[in-house]
């Protein structure tokens, strides 16, 4: 790993606006303050975008949208191999970029820059297998050309907790569909992102096909696009709520949406499973991210006869962690965001600890420099506490019992929430079961990580709507034209 100057990769990062290939301030001349959650230092100041300069990045997506269109899928594959190519070289500054403006640990970041890239390579492989069908209908009075096309326009709409695969899960399929886009990134993270535009600029993507705004006043600037009619696609992810409402919005021009939301991952323990896989399983599908993810498991449903067993070894686990600045070596578990997320990771497990549950180790947010939050494993979680219901996202492992498969599957469904599950056993036939039991857009089976780039990721229930990533990640960006022609013969 290159070891990677702080202050000079940040003096490199663009801070304005990408519009129309160019990089600009905001017209009001407007910046906010981007922070490393680890020290709160000011690490760079970004343009805030107004309604009108999130307009005028809708204006350069409209502009190029025939050109790109009409661009050779191999020449937008190529662009985005270039791309995926140009992420790896970089791979220690983009890390380092992560870390700073997030907090995660910089081995944790070297995981989502492999990632992240990945839909770079594989988005940039399907552009050039988009097809369709020719068929004779069934009377043979006429022949029906089924063929695919760009959708339009897209807005795509990313969080802070992965900053760079977000992006790439959606500019990858869309630029590879033949869409062009206007990305707002999170104003808690945006430096990623625009390093990433700047590196899609060098590689030579023609102007106006991405465009990036960064702004503080994100519901006013995304209402005026997504209102705007020449809009064709929202592609959003972030948190339930804000995704319900965009939804409701969207409905007005019906746009066409993609919606990756929240999440509250059940991860079943079954008694026949493989207690150090299942421990293992659960540190990463835990404690990745610093609990800060979608994929987190927020609910540990373990069998009565293993849960103490389990709940020693993870507390075990968990006391070897090194909490600290990401950037320092050793450290394995970073800051939460803010100061917002302390308070909510702790209101849960003080609810919890109020109905009667046990503190195993952690508990606490840690006095000091930055939002750091003691990693925690609480057990005999009652139901009706709200950690139960509620998003942890913070590194808070919490712990239910159950007696029999069905009061599992029960549990495990019991929640609004349907992105991921996981689940230990080495009962094949149980396993083949909760495949069809488990309401969930995606299982983890003996596995504590599920994301893949070549895999459809995404949710069921209030988790969201459409896939991203495998081959079902480009329909996304895609709309099925039908085309009835006469019987040539007749
Ligand atoms: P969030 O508050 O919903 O924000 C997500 C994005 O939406 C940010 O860019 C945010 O910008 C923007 N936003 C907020 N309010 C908006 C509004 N009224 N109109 C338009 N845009 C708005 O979520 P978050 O805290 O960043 O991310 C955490 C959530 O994302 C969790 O619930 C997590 O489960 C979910 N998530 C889901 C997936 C998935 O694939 N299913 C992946 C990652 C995260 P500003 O913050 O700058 O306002």
């Known amino acids: 790993m290159t070891v990677i100057d702080e202050k000079k990769l940040l003096e490199r990062v663009p801070t304005g606006l990408f519009i129309g290939g160019q990089w600009r301030q905001a017209a009001s001349g407007k910046t906010f303050e981007v922070r490393d959650p680890s020290t709160n230092a ?24 025939h050109e790109w269109a009409t661009t050779p899928p191999r020449v937008r594959g190529e662009l985005l191999r270039r791309a995926f190519e140009l992420v790896v070289e970089r791979h220690d500054e983009f890390a380092m970029l992560m870390t700073l403006e997030m907090g995660k640990p910089l081995a944790e970041s070297d995981g989502e820059v492999t990632y992240g890239a990945e839909f770079l390579r594989w988005f ?31 807005f795509l709409i990313t969080p802070w907790n992965f900053p760079l695969a977000m992006a790439t899960r959606k500019i990858g399929p869309a630029l590879a569909a033949g869409c062009t886009v206007v990305v707002k990134p999170a104003s808690l993270t945006p430096l990623t992102t625009l390093h990433f535009v700047a590196l899609l600029h060098e590689v030579g993507l023609p102007a106006g096909v991405v465009n990036v705004v960064t702004t503080r006043s994100s519901g006013p600037v995304s209402d005026a696009i997504i209102a705007d009619p020449r809009l064709r696609k929202l592609s959003f992810t972030g948190s339930t709520p804000v995704g319900r409402s965009l939804l409701a919005k969207a409905a007005r021009g019906i746009l066409r949406t993609s919606m990756e939301l929240g999440g509250n991952a059940p991860f079943l323990v079954f008694d026949d499973a493989d207690l150090d896989a299942a421990v293992e399983g659960a540190m990463k599908a835990k404690f990745r991210n610093i609990g800060q993810a979608c994929t987190a498991a927020n609910r540990f449903i373990v069998h009565a006869s293993v849960a103490e067993e389990f709940a020693r070894r993870v507390t075990e686990k968990v006391q070897e962690f090194t909490v600290g600045r990401g950037t320092e070596e050793g450290v394995t578990i970073g800051p939460l965001i803010n100061q917002d997320a302390i308070e909510k990771a702790d209101s849960l497990v003080k609810d919890a600890v109020s109905r009667g549950a046990r503190v195993l180790v952690g508990g606490s947010a840690i006095e000091g420099e930055g939002t750091f ?48 599950a996981y689940a230990f056993t080495r009962d094949l036939a149980r396993g083949q079961r909760l495949i069809e039991r488990l309401q969930t857009g995606m299982l983890g089976l003996n596995v504590g990580v599920v994301s893949n780039a070549a895999a459809p990721f995404g949710g069921v229930k209030q988790s969201g709507l459409g896939r991203e990533g495998g081959f079902e990640g480009i329909h996304e960006y895609l709309e099925t034209r039908y085309t009835m022609t006469p019987d040539p013969f007749a």
């Not at 942890?392 to 919490?398: A, K, N, T, W």
């Open 124 to 154: 940039g492989e399907e552009a050039a297998r988009i097809t369709g069908r020719y068929g004779v209908n069934p009377e043979g009075t006429g022949r029906t050309i089924v063929s695919q096309h760009p959708v339009g326009p897209c």
């Open 42 to 65: 000011v690490l760079a100041s970004v343009a805030d975008a107004s309604v009108d300069d999130g307009l005028a990045a809708l204006d350069a997506a409209v502009d190029a949208a």
């Open 373 to 420: 939050y003691e990693p925690t494993v609480v057990t005999d979680v009652a139901a009706g506490s709200s950690i139960l219901t509620e998003e942890i996202f913070g590194p808070v492992l919490s712990i239910v019992t159950f007696d029999d498969e069905d009061e599992a599957v029960r549990i495990a469904n019991d929640t609004e929430y349907g992105l991921v």
